[in-house]
């Protein structure tokens, strides 16, 4: 049986609309997709082994409902499982890519008949990744973060090469939109702040900032529609202020909930104003509610 989607076929197979907005997808870059794709609709599911797989039919019609799936990276981080719940919320069906598959099916609401959960250690290499993310993934959240344990190394192999991994695997498979979760003071060092405490912190610990800078890079170099989105410090609370925006290189301090991180990721992809582009983004309860497509427009692409 279909279920609610964000996407609602009209008029023409390939003529796409959002709820959010009056834009037909089909003029997006993210959502130049195939047709086969696009009228791929959610029948049903089924547990097979340890995975929960779901069935996906193919149905020409025309008003058919249809939905876009995306791949989430580190879906049982604090952050990961809010923009998986923050996808279906919105109708998207999701992919959600995990180290620990009982672990994610106590955190994730797997019951839900438009979530996959799939097994993804982006330390294990592009192929199988390329295996987890599959030939029906529209696009790529990275949200993973290494954790802190006895590996020095281990913000290297997740933060850096994991991140890099995903990246190749995506260009593997075609899939061309990728939406990483970094962090502000990145590129600290280039911005005088390299006697930030905070700087100075996460790169004694790994190096870790560098790593995920070097990562940013490789992204930027792939040719792959990105949006990177560089927070301050994450909270667990609900948001306190509104979403401040800024280009890459410019905010060293701020804080900012996981639900509008996870927020300013999925509704980068609804907006094509986000497309390669890096934000920086903290909560401000002086910072004046603006819509999304007016905070990713005032970034300008470099
Ligand atoms: N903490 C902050 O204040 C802050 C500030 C700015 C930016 N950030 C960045 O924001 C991102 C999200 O942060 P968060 O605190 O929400 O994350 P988190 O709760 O620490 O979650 C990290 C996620 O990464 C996954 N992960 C770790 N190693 C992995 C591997 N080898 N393969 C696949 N997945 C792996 C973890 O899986 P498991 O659940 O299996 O462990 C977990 O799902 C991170 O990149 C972080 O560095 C954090």
Redesign the pocket.
């Given at each position: 049986m279909a279920t609610i989607s964000p996407l609602i076929l009209r008029t023409s197979p390939l003529c796409l609309w959002t709820p959010h907005s009056n834009k037909p997808l089909s003029s997006l870059p993210f959502f130049t997709i195939p047709k086969s794709k696009a009228l791929s609709i959610l029948c049903s599911t089924k547990m097979e082994g340890s995975e929960i797989t779901e069935d996906v039919a193919e149905n020409s019609g025309a008003n058919e409902i249809v939905k876009k799936k995306i791949f989430v990276?580190?879906?049982?981080?604090?952050?990961?499982k809010r923009i998986v719940e923050q996808l279906l919320a919105k109708g998207f069906q999701v992919k959600a890519g995990?180290?620990?598959l009982d672990?994610a099916k106590n955190s994730l609401s797997h019951d839900n008949p438009a979530l996959q959960i799939v097994k993804?250690?982006?330390?294990e290499g592009s192929e199988k990744l390329s295996e987890a993310i599959g030939d029906d993934s529209e696009a790529v959240i990275c949200?993973?973060?290494?954790?802190p344990g006895w590996d020095l190394f281990a913000p290297w192999?997740?933060?850096n090469f994991?991140t890099v991994n995903l990246v190749e695997a995506c260009r593997k498979l075609g899939v061309n939109r990728f939406i990483l979760?970094?962090?502000?003071l990145v590129n600290g060092a280039a911005m005088g702040q390299i006697l930030n405490p905070a700087y100075i912190f996460l790169n004694v610990f790994g190096l870790t900032l560098i790593a995920k800078l070097q990562a940013e890079q490789y992204i930027r170099k792939s040719g792959i529609n990105y949006t990177i989105i560089r927070?301050?410090?994450?909270r667990n609370e609900p948001p306190a202020g509104n979403i401040f925006m800024e280009p890459e290189d410019t905010l060293y301090e701020g804080t900012i909930s996981?639900d509008q991180v996870a927020e300013v990721a999925v509704e980068a992809l609804l907006h094509p104003e986000a497309s390669y582009k890096v934000v920086e983004i903290v909560s401000r309860a002086d910072a004046p509610k603006r819509s999304y497509e007016d905070l990713f427009r005032s970034i300008k692409q470099r």
């Amino acid at each position: 049986m279909a279920t609610i989607s964000p996407l609602i076929l009209r008029t023409s197979p390939l003529c796409l609309w959002t709820p959010h907005s009056n834009k037909p997808l089909s003029s997006l870059p993210f959502f130049t997709i195939p047709k086969s794709k696009a009228l791929s609709i959610l029948c049903s599911t089924k547990m097979e082994g340890s995975e929960i797989t779901e069935d996906v039919a193919e149905n020409s019609g025309a008003n058919e409902i249809v939905k876009k799936k995306i791949f989430v990276a580190g879906a049982t981080g604090s952050t990961g499982k809010r923009i998986v719940e923050q996808l279906l919320a919105k109708g998207f069906q999701v992919k959600a890519g995990v180290r620990d598959l009982d672990k994610a099916k106590n955190s994730l609401s797997h019951d839900n008949p438009a979530l996959q959960i799939v097994k993804a250690d982006v330390t294990e290499g592009s192929e199988k990744l390329s295996e987890a993310i599959g030939d029906d993934s529209e696009a790529v959240i990275c949200a993973t973060g290494f954790r802190p344990g006895w590996d020095l190394f281990a913000p290297w192999k997740v933060d850096n090469f994991g991140t890099v991994n995903l990246v190749e695997a995506c260009r593997k498979l075609g899939v061309n939109r990728f939406i990483l979760i970094s962090s502000i003071l990145v590129n600290g060092a280039a911005m005088g702040q390299i006697l930030n405490p905070a700087y100075i912190f996460l790169n004694v610990f790994g190096l870790t900032l560098i790593a995920k800078l070097q990562a940013e890079q490789y992204i930027r170099k792939s040719g792959i529609n990105y949006t990177i989105i560089r927070p301050g410090g994450l909270r667990n609370e609900p948001p306190a202020g509104n979403i401040f925006m800024e280009p890459e290189d410019t905010l060293y301090e701020g804080t900012i909930s996981r639900d509008q991180v996870a927020e300013v990721a999925v509704e980068a992809l609804l907006h094509p104003e986000a497309s390669y582009k890096v934000v920086e983004i903290v909560s401000r309860a002086d910072a004046p509610k603006r819509s999304y497509e007016d905070l990713f427009r005032s970034i300008k692409q470099r």
